[in-house]
Protein backbone atom coordinates (compact mmCIF):
# COMPACT_ATOMS: atom_id res chain seq x y z
CA UNK A 1 0.00 0.00 0.00
CA UNK A 2 1.50 3.34 -1.13
CA UNK A 3 -0.78 5.93 0.90
CA UNK A 4 -1.93 6.92 -1.90
CA UNK A 5 -5.97 6.90 -2.54
CA UNK A 6 -7.74 7.39 -5.78
CA UNK A 7 -11.82 7.07 -6.07
CA UNK A 8 -12.98 5.49 -7.64
CA UNK A 9 -11.75 2.06 -9.05
CA UNK A 10 -13.92 2.05 -11.64
CA UNK A 11 -16.31 4.23 -13.78
CA UNK A 12 -18.25 3.48 -16.72
CA UNK A 13 -19.96 6.49 -18.26
CA UNK A 14 -21.21 7.43 -22.16
CA UNK A 15 -19.68 9.65 -24.49
CA UNK A 16 -20.09 13.21 -24.22
CA UNK A 17 -20.38 12.99 -20.00
CA UNK A 18 -18.14 14.59 -17.52
CA UNK A 19 -16.13 12.54 -14.29
CA UNK A 20 -14.70 13.79 -11.67
CA UNK A 21 -11.42 11.35 -10.45
CA UNK A 22 -10.27 11.88 -7.09
CA UNK A 23 -7.15 11.97 -5.08
CA UNK A 24 -5.85 12.11 -2.01
CA UNK A 25 -1.90 11.92 -1.35
CA UNK A 26 0.60 10.44 1.11
CA UNK A 27 0.50 12.33 4.64
CA UNK A 28 2.48 14.84 4.00
CA UNK A 29 3.13 15.07 0.57
CA UNK A 30 2.51 18.31 -1.18
CA UNK A 31 2.93 16.92 -4.45
CA UNK A 32 0.12 15.43 -6.84
CA UNK A 33 0.55 14.21 -10.55
CA UNK A 34 -1.96 12.69 -12.39
CA UNK A 35 -1.08 10.13 -15.10
CA UNK A 36 -3.02 8.19 -18.05
CA UNK A 37 -2.12 4.65 -19.13
CA UNK A 38 -3.80 3.90 -22.65
CA UNK A 39 -2.67 0.90 -24.43
CA UNK A 40 -1.42 3.24 -27.46
CA UNK A 41 -0.21 6.27 -25.79
CA UNK A 42 1.29 4.41 -22.59
CA UNK A 43 1.92 6.39 -19.88
CA UNK A 44 1.69 10.34 -20.50
CA UNK A 45 2.01 12.79 -17.81
CA UNK A 46 -0.99 15.08 -17.57
CA UNK A 47 -0.48 17.38 -15.16
CA UNK A 48 1.03 18.33 -11.53
CA UNK A 49 0.14 20.51 -8.39
CA UNK A 50 2.12 21.46 -5.92
CA UNK A 51 0.66 23.09 -2.39
CA UNK A 52 -2.13 23.99 -4.36
CA UNK A 53 -0.68 25.78 -7.68
CA UNK A 54 -0.21 24.39 -10.98
CA UNK A 55 3.33 23.49 -11.33
CA UNK A 56 3.66 21.89 -14.93
CA UNK A 57 1.11 20.64 -17.59
CA UNK A 58 1.80 17.87 -20.03
CA UNK A 59 0.19 16.05 -22.74
CA UNK A 60 -3.06 17.08 -21.19
CA UNK A 61 -6.63 18.07 -23.35
CA UNK A 62 -8.51 21.47 -23.12
CA UNK A 63 -11.30 18.86 -22.17
CA UNK A 64 -9.63 17.93 -18.75
CA UNK A 65 -8.83 20.36 -15.98
CA UNK A 66 -7.55 19.57 -12.07
CA UNK A 67 -7.07 21.50 -9.00
CA UNK A 68 -5.78 20.94 -5.54
CA UNK A 69 -7.70 21.50 -2.62
CA UNK A 70 -6.41 22.94 0.46
CA UNK A 71 -6.08 19.87 2.08
CA UNK A 72 -4.33 18.81 -0.70
CA UNK A 73 -6.19 16.17 -2.06
CA UNK A 74 -6.74 17.11 -5.82
CA UNK A 75 -9.76 16.42 -8.19
CA UNK A 76 -8.82 15.48 -12.44
CA UNK A 77 -12.06 16.72 -14.51
CA UNK A 78 -13.19 14.59 -17.59
CA UNK A 79 -15.80 16.13 -19.78
CA UNK A 80 -17.17 15.98 -22.86
CA UNK A 81 -16.10 12.50 -22.82
CA UNK A 82 -14.58 10.95 -26.17
CA UNK A 83 -14.25 6.80 -26.20
CA UNK A 84 -10.58 7.25 -27.03
CA UNK A 85 -10.49 8.74 -22.95
CA UNK A 86 -10.75 4.92 -22.29
CA UNK A 87 -8.05 4.68 -19.90
CA UNK A 88 -6.04 3.71 -16.63
CA UNK A 89 -6.16 7.30 -14.54
CA UNK A 90 -3.25 7.35 -12.29
CA UNK A 91 -2.51 10.03 -9.12
CA UNK A 92 1.13 10.04 -8.01
CA UNK A 93 2.21 12.46 -4.96
CA UNK A 94 5.74 13.53 -3.54
CA UNK A 95 7.08 15.27 -0.82
CA UNK A 96 9.03 18.00 -3.27
CA UNK A 97 7.59 20.03 -6.09
CA UNK A 98 10.46 18.48 -8.01
CA UNK A 99 13.93 17.19 -7.33
CA UNK A 100 16.84 14.57 -8.48
CA UNK A 101 15.11 12.49 -5.22
CA UNK A 102 12.01 12.92 -5.93
CA UNK A 103 10.36 9.73 -5.05
CA UNK A 104 6.77 9.59 -6.80
CA UNK A 105 4.24 7.31 -4.92
CA UNK A 106 1.56 5.56 -7.12
CA UNK A 107 -2.29 5.11 -6.37
CA UNK A 108 -4.54 2.12 -7.32
CA UNK A 109 -5.68 4.11 -10.35
CA UNK A 110 -9.05 4.89 -11.73
CA UNK A 111 -10.23 2.41 -14.93
CA UNK A 112 -12.41 4.68 -17.14
CA UNK A 113 -14.62 3.20 -19.72
CA UNK A 114 -16.80 5.44 -21.89
CA UNK A 115 -19.41 3.96 -24.06
CA UNK B 1 12.82 16.34 -26.42
CA UNK B 2 13.10 14.30 -23.36
CA UNK B 3 12.40 10.24 -24.07
CA UNK B 4 12.30 7.01 -22.84
CA UNK B 5 13.25 3.97 -24.71
CA UNK B 6 12.99 0.17 -23.30
CA UNK B 7 12.81 -3.10 -25.15
CA UNK B 8 9.94 -4.84 -26.45
CA UNK B 9 7.95 -7.49 -24.42
CA UNK B 10 6.93 -9.65 -23.85
CA UNK B 11 9.35 -11.47 -22.13
CA UNK B 12 9.24 -15.16 -21.53
CA UNK B 13 11.61 -17.06 -19.19
CA UNK B 14 11.74 -19.87 -16.90
CA UNK B 15 12.22 -19.93 -12.84
CA UNK B 16 15.78 -18.86 -12.03
CA UNK B 17 16.50 -17.89 -14.81
CA UNK B 18 18.75 -14.58 -16.04
CA UNK B 19 16.96 -11.48 -16.71
CA UNK B 20 17.95 -8.64 -18.68
CA UNK B 21 15.61 -5.44 -19.79
CA UNK B 22 17.07 -2.89 -22.00
CA UNK B 23 16.38 0.55 -21.16
CA UNK B 24 18.27 3.90 -23.03
CA UNK B 25 17.23 7.46 -22.56
CA UNK B 26 17.38 10.69 -24.43
CA UNK B 27 17.45 14.17 -21.70
CA UNK B 28 18.31 17.62 -22.39
CA UNK B 29 19.81 17.73 -18.60
CA UNK B 30 21.41 15.06 -15.94
CA UNK B 31 17.98 13.00 -15.38
CA UNK B 32 17.22 11.00 -12.01
CA UNK B 33 16.61 7.33 -13.61
CA UNK B 34 13.53 4.93 -12.26
CA UNK B 35 12.48 1.53 -12.51
CA UNK B 36 8.87 0.85 -11.59
CA UNK B 37 7.05 -2.31 -11.73
CA UNK B 38 3.02 -2.74 -12.33
CA UNK B 39 1.80 -5.80 -10.90
CA UNK B 40 -1.67 -6.93 -12.60
CA UNK B 41 -4.54 -5.06 -11.49
CA UNK B 42 -2.45 -2.76 -9.47
CA UNK B 43 -0.55 0.33 -9.21
CA UNK B 44 2.99 1.22 -10.36
CA UNK B 45 5.52 0.91 -7.28
CA UNK B 46 9.48 2.38 -7.26
CA UNK B 47 11.57 -0.95 -7.78
CA UNK B 48 15.23 1.09 -7.97
CA UNK B 49 16.37 4.35 -8.73
CA UNK B 50 20.05 6.13 -9.59
CA UNK B 51 20.44 9.82 -9.45
CA UNK B 52 23.45 10.18 -11.10
CA UNK B 53 25.90 8.72 -13.14
CA UNK B 54 27.44 5.27 -12.12
CA UNK B 55 25.40 4.89 -9.09
CA UNK B 56 23.83 1.68 -9.10
CA UNK B 57 20.10 1.01 -7.91
CA UNK B 58 19.18 -2.00 -6.19
CA UNK B 59 16.36 -4.15 -4.78
CA UNK B 60 14.51 -7.60 -4.27
CA UNK B 61 17.31 -8.48 -6.00
CA UNK B 62 17.28 -6.44 -9.18
CA UNK B 63 19.86 -4.07 -10.28
CA UNK B 64 20.58 -1.69 -12.52
CA UNK B 65 23.34 1.22 -13.07
CA UNK B 66 23.01 4.30 -14.00
CA UNK B 67 25.55 4.58 -17.29
CA UNK B 68 25.99 8.12 -18.69
CA UNK B 69 28.52 7.23 -21.44
CA UNK B 70 25.71 4.89 -23.09
CA UNK B 71 22.97 7.13 -21.89
CA UNK B 72 21.27 3.48 -20.48
CA UNK B 73 19.81 2.01 -17.44
CA UNK B 74 19.14 -1.75 -17.66
CA UNK B 75 17.52 -3.81 -15.47
CA UNK B 76 19.05 -7.36 -14.33
CA UNK B 77 18.20 -9.66 -12.08
CA UNK B 78 20.19 -12.98 -11.83
CA UNK B 79 17.17 -15.80 -10.82
CA UNK B 80 13.76 -14.70 -11.48
CA UNK B 81 11.31 -16.24 -10.01
CA UNK B 82 7.44 -16.82 -11.27
CA UNK B 83 5.99 -14.01 -8.79
CA UNK B 84 8.78 -11.87 -10.75
CA UNK B 85 5.66 -11.52 -13.57
CA UNK B 86 4.85 -7.88 -14.02
CA UNK B 87 5.71 -5.40 -16.12
CA UNK B 88 8.49 -2.86 -15.91
CA UNK B 89 8.74 0.40 -16.87
CA UNK B 90 11.62 2.67 -17.00
CA UNK B 91 11.67 6.22 -16.51
CA UNK B 92 13.56 9.15 -16.13
CA UNK B 93 12.70 12.48 -14.42
CA UNK B 94 14.44 15.77 -15.00
CA UNK B 95 14.07 18.78 -11.99
CA UNK B 96 14.25 22.34 -13.43
CA UNK B 97 13.30 24.89 -10.82
CA UNK B 98 9.95 25.74 -10.46
CA UNK B 99 8.67 23.52 -13.24
CA UNK B 100 7.89 20.31 -11.60
CA UNK B 101 9.00 16.63 -11.14
CA UNK B 102 7.30 14.85 -13.72
CA UNK B 103 8.19 11.48 -14.75
CA UNK B 104 8.51 10.52 -18.36
CA UNK B 105 8.03 6.94 -18.89
CA UNK B 106 8.71 3.86 -21.38
CA UNK B 107 6.58 1.95 -23.04
CA UNK B 108 6.84 -0.95 -20.92
CA UNK B 109 7.94 -4.91 -20.72
CA UNK B 110 5.92 -7.39 -19.37
CA UNK B 111 8.11 -10.24 -17.78
CA UNK B 112 5.93 -13.54 -17.63
CA UNK B 113 8.30 -16.55 -15.36
CA UNK B 114 7.32 -20.02 -16.20
CA UNK B 115 7.51 -22.60 -13.54
Known amino acids: DSGVTQTPKHLITATGQRVTLRCSPRSGDLSVYWYQQSLDQGLQFLIQYYNGEERAKGNILERFSAQQFPDLHSELNLSSLELGDSALYFC??????????????FGPGTRLTVL | GDSVTQMEGPVTLSEEACLTI???????????LFWYVQYPGEGLQLLLKATKADDKGSNKGFEATYRKETTSFHLEKGSVQVSDSAVYFC??????????????FGQGTELSVKP
Open chain 2, 91 to 104: ALSLFFYNQGGKLI
Open chain 2, 22 to 32: NCTYTATGYPS
Open chain 1, 92 to 105: ASSVFEGSMYNEQF
